[in-house]
C-alpha cells in the first residue's frame, strides 16, 4: 500500500490535512469590478431578450390558433345557410388576431427583428391564411400584399395625439420570380405565407 494512502486505501486529499477551521477559503468576488458589471449587465441583457422571446412565442401561438379556428369556421360556409353570418364572425376573430399583432409589433419596437423571425412567423403566416382564405370566398380573387398591410394599420393616442403604427409584412428576398410561376395570382399568394414583419409609426 502507497505511503500516500489512507488506512481505507484512499488517497486523501491535500486538504484534508488541515482541520475544518483552517482551511483556506477562496478569495471574496469583488462585485463591484468592471468585469463583474460588465458581466451582470449582459445577463440583464440576456434574461430581457429571453423574456421577449417567450412573450413574443406565446402571443405566435395565440394568433396561430385563433387563425386557425377561423379557417376552420370558414370551412362551414359549403353546408351553412347563413354565409353572410359566418364571415361577420369570421371577421370578429380576425380583429382579435390583428389585437394580437399589433402586441407583436409593440413588443418589436426598436429591436433587430430577425433576432425574433422564428417567434412570430408561424403565426403571421397562419394570419395570412385565414385572411386569403376569407376574401377569397368573400371575392373569389386572391388577397393581394397591399390590401394585407392595409388591414394591419392601428391608431392610437399618446399624451392626446393620433399615432397610427403600420404594421407592414413583405415577402423574402430569396421568394421565386413571378416566371417561374404560371399563374400571378398564385405567385402573389405564395409570396405573402413567406413574412418579413417591421413596425414604423406616424402621426
Same mark, same amino acid.
Given at each position: 500500500?502507497?505511503?500516500?494512502?489512507?488506512?481505507?486505501?484512499?488517497?486523501?486529499? #491535500?486538504?484534508?490535512?488541515? %482541520?475544518?477551521?483552517?482551511?483556506?477559503?477562496? #478569495?471574496? +468576488? *469583488?462585485?463591484?469590478? %468592471? +468585469?463583474?458589471?460588465?458581466?451582470?449587465?449582459?445577463?440583464?441583457?440576456? $434574461? =430581457?431578450?429571453?423574456?421577449? /422571446?417567450e412573450?413574443?412565442?406565446? @402571443?405566435?401561438?395565440?394568433?396561430? !390558433?385563433?387563425? #386557425?379556428?377561423?379557417?376552420?369556421?370558414?370551412h362551414?360556409?359549403?353546408?351553412? %345557410? /347563413?354565409?353572410?353570418?359566418?364571415?361577420?364572425? &369570421?371577421?370578429?376573430?380576425? $380583429?382579435?388576431?390583428?389585437?394580437?399583432? @399589433?402586441q +407583436?409589433a409593440?413588443e418589436?419596437s426598436?429591436?433587430?427583428?430577425?433576432?425574433?423571425?422564428? =417567434?412570430?412567423?408561424?403565426?403571421l403566416?397562419? /394570419?395570412?391564411?385565414?385572411?386569403?382564405?376569407?376574401?377569397?370566398?368573400?371575392?373569389?380573387?386572391?388577397?393581394?400584399?397591399?390590401?394585407?398591410? #392595409?388591414?394591419?394599420?392601428?391608431?392610437?393616442?399618446? *399624451?392626446?395625439?393620433?399615432n397610427?403604427?403600420? !404594421? +407592414?409584412?413583405?415577402?423574402? &428576398?430569396? =421568394?421565386?420570380? &413571378?416566371?417561374?410561376?404560371?399563374? =400571378?395570382?398564385?405567385? &402573389?399568394?405564395?409570396? *405573402?405565407?413567406?413574412?418579413?414583419?417591421?413596425?414604423?409609426?406616424?402621426?
Open positions: 500500500m502507497s505511503s500516500k494512502e489512507g488506512s481505507g486505501g484512499f488517497r486523501k486529499r #491535500k486538504h484534508d490535512n488541515f %482541520p475544518h477551521n483552517q482551511r483556506r477559503e477562496g #478569495k471574496d +468576488v *469583488n462585485s463591484s469590478s %468592471p +468585469v463583474m458589471l460588465a458581466f451582470k449587465s449582459f445577463q440583464q441583457e440576456l $434574461d =430581457a431578450r429571453h423574456d421577449k /422571446y412573450r413574443l412565442v406565446k @402571443l405566435s401561438r395565440d394568433i396561430t !390558433v385563433e387563425s #386557425k379556428r377561423t379557417i376552420f369556421l370558414l362551414r360556409i359549403t353546408s351553412a %345557410p /347563413y354565409m353572410e353570418e359566418i364571415l361577420t364572425e &369570421a371577421e370578429i376573430k380576425l $380583429d382579435g388576431v390583428r389585437q394580437k399583432i @399589433l +407583436v409593440q418589436l426598436g429591436e433587430d427583428m430577425h433576432q425574433f423571425h422564428r =417567434a412570430i412567423t408561424t403565426g403566416q397562419e /394570419y395570412v391564411e385565414a385572411v386569403s382564405f376569407q376574401h377569397f370566398i368573400k371575392t373569389r380573387s386572391l388577397i393581394s400584399m397591399d390590401e394585407i398591410n #392595409k388591414q394591419l394599420i392601428f391608431s392610437t393616442e399618446d *399624451n392626446g395625439k393620433e397610427k403604427t403600420h !404594421v +407592414v409584412c413583405r415577402p423574402e &428576398a430569396s =421568394a421565386p420570380p &413571378a416566371s417561374s410561376v404560371e399563374n =400571378a395570382e398564385s405567385q &402573389a399568394l405564395l409570396q *405573402n405565407q413567406n413574412l418579413h414583419f417591421t413596425r414604423s409609426q406616424g402621426d
